[in-house]
């Protein structure tokens, strides 16, 4: 007779592995089997894109699932994300355009060798009671009524067990999107290289001008997440723990194409070329270069998600984005949410049926309103300007809304969600198309945004909206009705703010006048006619503009008095 379990996961990578802790403590007397193909532990390679994490993430690791000892003491913190544009200055650091915060955030992230946490992470999972076993091959899942049948071998010998629930964490070998043939191609070509050197990287020592050097304390550029960007890329440099770094490539196709770059001596001289001060700094490591791994158009749908079934996807194994944001945990983040709150309500005797398509919607929404963030905006990537403006805006939207839903619980709340969900003229639909007009604007604004800005600082605190949006993840968590009010109040800021970069952008390229009304549901720098039924004219907020101002690397108008 078969063994029988509550939830079987396919994968024992990160999702999973952080789903059956996510599991074990929210319901002791779970039964778990975690099936993972590796023989051993995870390698301490670079065998995943990027390593770090953001607020939503970090949340769910550190609050969540109680993880906040383990990292503070076995993973770097991370400052947040630093980006230094300006390519015409590629050669001095100090001259290109830095964004970044001056100051430690006021919410923690950290910089995760996955290598290192997955395999503790492995420990922890077995402490808890859960059972996880290594070297195993899945060969086949039989969906049933009650009962589903997961077969595998393990040293040779085939073995099957009976589970209510079965979740797919095996990453991007997506054994039940072969299985049932549910993948999704999705229209975003960028690949990426990558590899980890056995040194510091610490960019900080790149320049010893004293603007550049008083600018920031010590050691808080060498904890970000550092991008160097130019047209159609970016390169990180990542600092892990024992004093290595991970360094990659993320390219458009149609700019740099992949061939350019699909090995490590390629990888080598492309970042000689376009990244000169970096491939100086890694001419004399090269003999420590600890790994290499390459990943051509990463980015994919997946037309499943959570089933009626009682089966799941999580992971790489379902929906996988790009990089630049390091949303990656994020996702898990999302997907291990919406498939552990499934799990339990069922277990408790809850239909979940009308949960589990209402997540399936959501999470797709989620991943479609994220997406227009990278797709075919790689071209502005050397935009100084623009890009000031967009990681601006693309912060302050995902602090304002997205991890604020997240950290308060709004998630998994029905009742909340369908208020926000429901019609035209819904909270998200509202959210949705503001995003997309907004990303539609700076790949408009693109050609217009041509000066060689140089030696200038964007701290996104100096603009106390920012400030605000950021703290309000920590400081305070919000009842129910407290909390839909707040995400209306948050979303009549950013149209506020989407008006005034139109006014911005509109009077830098086109000239048009500082102090005209905008409408940002209709709002178009090429002159399209766009109607929404969220349409609203939306006069010059004077506070709005003053915050805004630290952010204009052009001369700001001069006939406004902000």
Same mark, same amino acid.
């Given at each position: ?12 990578g990160l999702?999973?592995?952080l ?11 779970i ?12 390698p301490?390679?670079?065998?995943k ?32 994300q ?34 290192i ?13 859960n059972?996880f ?22 040293d040779?010998e ?23 043939g549910?993948?999704?191609?999705f229209p975003h070509?960028?690949?990426?290289s990558w ?21 920031i ?9 550092v ?23 993320? %390219?458009?196709?149609?700019?740099h ?8 001596e ?11 001060q ?14 290499f ?24 194994a379902g ?15 999302? %997907? ?57 805006w ?15 619980k ?13 019609g ?11 995003? %997309? ?11 217009y945004?041509t ?7 964007a701290d ?38 989407? %008006? ?22 209709t ?32 001369p ?7």
């Amino acid at each position: 007779m078969n063994e029988q379990f509550d939830v079987v996961i396919l994968g024992g990578g990160l999702a999973g592995l952080l789903l059956s802790l996510q599991l074990k403590q929210q319901k002791p007397d779970i039964k778990l089997l975690v099936l993972e193909k590796r023989e051993g532990k995870a390698p301490e390679t670079a065998f995943k894109i990027g390593e770090s994490s953001v607020e939503l993430g970090t949340h769910y690791m550190r609050e969540v699932l109680g993880l906040k000892g383990y990292l503070d003491a076995n993973q770097l913190p991370k400052n947040g994300q630093r980006f230094f544009m300006s390519p015409k200055h590629k050669n001095e650091i100090h001259k290109r355009v830095e964004l970044g915060p001056r100051i430690k955030l006021p919410v923690p992230s950290h910089q995760i060798d996955r290598g290192i946490f997955e395999n503790d992470l492995i420990d922890m999972t077995r402490d808890l009671g859960n059972e996880f076993l290594l070297g195993t091959k899945v060969t086949d899942v039989e969906i049933g009524k009650e009962n589903h049948t997961v077969s595998y071998t393990k040293d040779g010998e085939k073995q099957t067990v009976n589970t209510r629930w079965v979740v797919d964490a095996t990453g991007r070998s997506s054994f039940m999107k072969k299985k049932l043939g549910f993948a999704e191609a999705f229209p975003h070509d960028v690949s990426s290289s990558w590899f980890r050197v056995d040194h510091k990287i610490d960019v900080d020592t790149w320049s010893d001008d004293p603007k550049f050097q008083s600018q920031i304390q010590r050691d808080l550029r060498y904890l970000s997440t550092v991008h160097l960007m130019d047209t159609g890329y970016w390169v990180w440099i990542i600092p892990l723990v024992g004093g290595r770094t991970s360094v990659g490539i993320v %390219a458009d196709q149609s700019i740099h194409p992949f061939d350019t770059y699909n090995t490590l001596e390629k990888t080598l001289e492309w970042i000689d070329k376009n990244e000169p001060q970096l491939g100086r700094e890694l001419k004399p490591l090269r003999g420590k270069i600890m790994d290499f791994m390459v990943m051509k158009h990463f980015a994919y749908a997946s037309k499943e998600t959570y089933n009626t079934d009682r089966w799941t996807v999580v992971g790489e194994a379902g929906l996988f984005g790009d990089p630049f944001y390091s949303p990656g945990i994020d996702f898990i983040t999302l %997907a291990n949410t919406f498939t552990g709150d499934l799990i339990l309500r069922d277990l408790g005797g809850e239909d979940v049926m009308f949960r589990t398509k209402f997540y399936a919607t959501l999470i797709r929404a989620l991943y479609d309103n994220w997406m227009p963030l990278y797709q075919n905006q790689y071209p502005l990537w050397g935009r100084s300007q623009v890009m000031v403006t967009k990681i601006f805006w693309d912060w302050g939207a995902y602090w304002s809304i997205n991890t604020l839903l997240f950290v308060n619980k709004g998630l998994t709340d029905i009742e909340l969600m369908r208020a926000v969900v429901t019609g035209p003229t819904s909270f998200i639909q509202r959210y949705g198309e503001l995003s %997309a007009q907004m990303q539609r604007l700076f790949k408009a604004w693109g050609p217009y945004d041509t000066a060689d800005h140089t030696d200038k600082y964007a701290d996104p605190f100096d603009l106390p909206y920012l400030r605000k949006f950021q703290e309000d993840i920590v400081e305070k968590q919000y009842p129910k009705d407290e909390l839909a009010t707040k995400l209306f109040e948050n979303l009549e800021i950013l149209e506020k703010v989407a %008006a005034e970069i139109f006014r911005l952008v509109s009077n830098q390229a086109l000239g048009t006048p500082i102090d005209m009304a905008v409408d940002p549901y209709t709002m178009s720098l090429t002159g399209e006619k766009r109607e929404s039924v969220n349409s609203k004219l939306l006069e010059r907020d004077a506070e709005i503009a003053k915050q805004l101002k630290p952010m204009w690397l052009y001369p700001y108008p001069a006939e406004v008095a902000v």
